[in-house]
């Protein structure tokens, strides 16, 4: 198999490497002066907010929590404020620059500083997907994904507001320097991590957050630390590493863990290749050609075709449909990359966002807040939102371009996924073909999500609050991953009353036929065809509708289900149309799961399966409905969400409609 070398092919024309110093540290009064007042205040406030919070006490009883219980969040609960108020204090202090938080911020990085490991215990392994030590070993850091974020903070710090430390001590960035050649260059440059890459096992989103964090570190040490050819190792490695993290890509640029991990594979690809770039800007080198590659800019690109409406986002895998706000990252990347379309998605979005969102104030990435205040009022300008006076909040005098009022993607089809998402004026519908080796796999293939006048209403769930039960071998036991609570069906052998009652003793039971995780379990002979763009307004007589075909009987790995054809239609301007087709020995049970209230009709659902020409009607709230041919019998039930996770997405309980094929295998489901 041919690697992919990008990266490293535009590299090897460059030479030398320099200090990383596109934005300005603290003594840079002219830049930072020089950002609007509105965000000043902002910034101002929410380091004073945060100065109030008491600094959290981390207990090595929270870390060994998790190898006793699973549970990650004893831990995580105190590991993250500590990081999110110093990211408020820093900025706050580079705002004003009058000493006033610098008490806070030392408590803040002493306290960083002096934690044992910077690494969450759910990652203490030095093996990938082995099981957890209990305790940290401080002689030899592990580089997880937070023992990078933690080095990148602290180096971020020291690097703003290093002239106002110097005078106070020259002690406080030496211990900085001691710390981060303890926790990331000695065991980044001796050890070898598996999201490294090797060309033998699947990257992930690990591969390019760690690499970025990583160079974070490395770039904003002050002269001397490392010489010019230190420097450049690091820019090597990073480039091996995101070279193999471009493997797992196809041409299309779809990442295969879903829309909420673009924030931190695909952008975190783009900072590390900012951070490159901006340590070769001023060897007169050309290494911004990495932004011209056709992969570099779809991958940027991708979110923007997965933006389903509002602050809904096309769904798969461990990836909530609510995935945040989008950043000066995205639109960074689109003005690296010439997307004007990815650049207007991201500042349009950003803008309709609240204070907390437009400040970052969840984040704990430094680099990230430094990026966002410097792009804050570009963003504002290219949205068509001035900058907000606190005197007069509420009084704007320009509206707020929204995502929704951007002109919608085309119809697109990932083939590197099987992924289709169609759209019209009411509608915006996900197929999903593909295998069950994505990184973050759900079994899932053959389902579907479908989206109404902005709502959701056929739903893929997502994950829930992250244990260690999510990443071991009792994973499928999870419901949310289980292909039963995905939009496709479920093979049953004789009689099964209470099917997803107890997901995990299902999973075992040999009565039960659910999907199987892995690459080798997915759908064959799959076909997509896009409607023509303006069809339905245009040109009547052009292809109006976008559909998917599949055999996902593969998915299953069992002789008894022989074939199992699905078609998924978007049909313009009249709804989506599902048609599936059987042939198997088990009796075949499909999901449909809705985020509103299923009611069937009356009569017509007393009639169902007496006559095959008479269809079952199922209205979703008041949102849609579905009309149902070929259906013996039909159980609707609901699950409470009861999961903080989940629950950020889903505020009430979800609902399942069990269908139940009839003797004829051959099933129709239309829905407007």
């Known amino acids: 198999m041919k690697r992919r070398t990008v ?39 929410a380091g004073e907010k945060a100065v109030k919070e008491p600094w959290t006490q981390l207990l090595i009883s929270d870390f060994t929590q998790f190898s006793k219980s699973g549970d990650r969040l004893a831990y995580e609960e105190k590991y993250f404020p500590r990081r999110r108020k110093l990211c408020a204090l820093v900025m706050a202090e580079c705002i004003e620059n009058n000493g006033r938080f610098i008490p806070e911020i030392l408590d803040g990085l002493y306290l960083i500083l002096e934690e044992s490991t910077w690494c969450l215990p759910a990652h203490n392994s030095y093996i990938r997907d082995a099981k957890q030590e209990y305790l940290p070993d401080v002689t030899r850091p592990i580089i997880d994904l937070f023992d990078a974020e933690s080095g990148a903070l602290v180096a971020m710090t020291e690097y703003l507001l290093r002239p106002v430390l110097d005078k106070i001590s020259p002690y406080i960035s030496r211990y900085v320097d001691e710390r981060l050649n303890e926790r990331i260059f000695v065991p980044y440059i001796n050890e070898h991590f598996w999201w490294m890459g090797n060309g033998r096992e699947p990257m992930c989103n690990w591969t390019s957050w760690c690499t970025q964090n990583v160079l974070i570190c490395a770039l904003t040490r002050r002269e001397g630390f490392f010489d010019e050819s230190g420097r450049r190792d690091f820019l090597e490695r990073a480039a091996v590493s995101l070279d193999f993290f471009l493997d797992e890509y196809g041409d299309d640029g779809c990442c295969n863990e879903g829309a909420q991990y673009y924030s931190h594979a695909g952008l975190c690809l783009f900072g590390a290749l900012e951070l490159m770039s901006g340590a070769l800007e001023d060897r007169g080198c050309s290494f911004d050609r990495v932004f011209e590659d056709p992969l570099i800019k779809n991958i940027g690109s991708y979110i923007v075709r997965m933006h389903a409406c509002g602050d809904y986002y096309i769904n798969f895998a461990d990836c909530s449909p609510f995935c945040g706000r989008r950043t000066a990252r995205e639109y960074l990347y689109g003005k690296r990359t010439g997307d004007k379309a990815l650049s207007y998605f991201a500042a349009s979005d950003f803008a309709k966002g609240g204070p907390d969102d437009r400040i970052l104030t969840d984040e704990i990435n ?34 707020v371009k929204t995502g929704d009022e951007l002109s919608a993607p085309s119809d697109s089809f990932f083939e590197s996924t099987g992924l289709m998402i169609a759209r019209d004026e009411h509608f915006v519908i996900a197929a999903k073909a593909g295998n069950n080796g994505d990184s973050h796999n759900h079994n899932d293939v053959g389902s579907f999500t479908v989206y109404k006048d902005r709502r959701p209403l056929i739903i893929d769930l997502g994950v829930g609050t992250y244990t260690a039960k999510t990443f071991s071998k009792e994973r499928y036991e999870i419901w949310t991953m289980q292909s039963q609570f995905h939009n496709v069906p479920t093979f049953l052998a004789g009689n099964v009353e209470d099917l997803g009652k107890d997901p995990a003793a299902d999973l075992y039971n040999k ?37 998917l075909e599949m055999d996902i009987a593969p998915a299953y790995g069992d002789d008894r289900i022989r074939s199992y054809k699905r078609k998924i239609e978007c049909i313009k301007g009249t709804g989506v149309r599902v048609h599936d087709i059987y042939d198997g020995d088990l009796e075949a049970a499909v999901t449909l799961m809705l985020y509103e209230k299923p009611r069937l009709s009356g009569e017509v659902s007393k009639r169902c399966g007496s006559d095959r020409n008479e269809p079952l009607l199922i209205e979703v709230g008041e ?50």
């Not at 410097?374 to 509206?399: L, R, V």
């Not at 065809?529 to 976008?546: D, P, Q």
Request: a negative charge; charged letters at 30%.
């Open 7 to 45: 990266v490293s092919d535009i590299l090897q024309y460059t030479k030398g490497a320099g200090i990383y110093h596109r934005y300005p540290d603290i003594s840079d009064r002219k830049k930072w002066d020089a950002l609007s007042d509105n965000l000043k205040i902002e910034l101002t406030e």
């Open 623 to 672: 949102l849609g409905k579905a009309v149902i041919k070929g259906a013996k019998k039909v159980k609707t039930e609901a699950f409470p969400i009861e999961d903080a996770r989940l629950g950020a997405a889903w505020k009430h309980e979800v609902y399942r409609v069990l269908i139940y094929m009839d003797n004829d295998h051959e099933l129709d489901i239309s829905i407007s």
């Open 511 to 547: 009565n039960v036929f659910m999907q199987r995780e892995g690459a080798e379990f997915g759908a064959v002979s799959t076909k997509c065809a896009l409607a023509i763009a303006g069809a339905l307004y245009e040109n009547e007589s052009a292809v109006r509708t976008s559909s």
């Open 366 to 399: 430094l680099f990230y807040h430094v990026m966002q205040a410097f792009a804050y009022d570009e963003m504002m300008e290219i949205s068509g939102k001035s900058a907000i006076d606190k005197s007069h909040e509420g009084e704007e005098k320009k509206a």
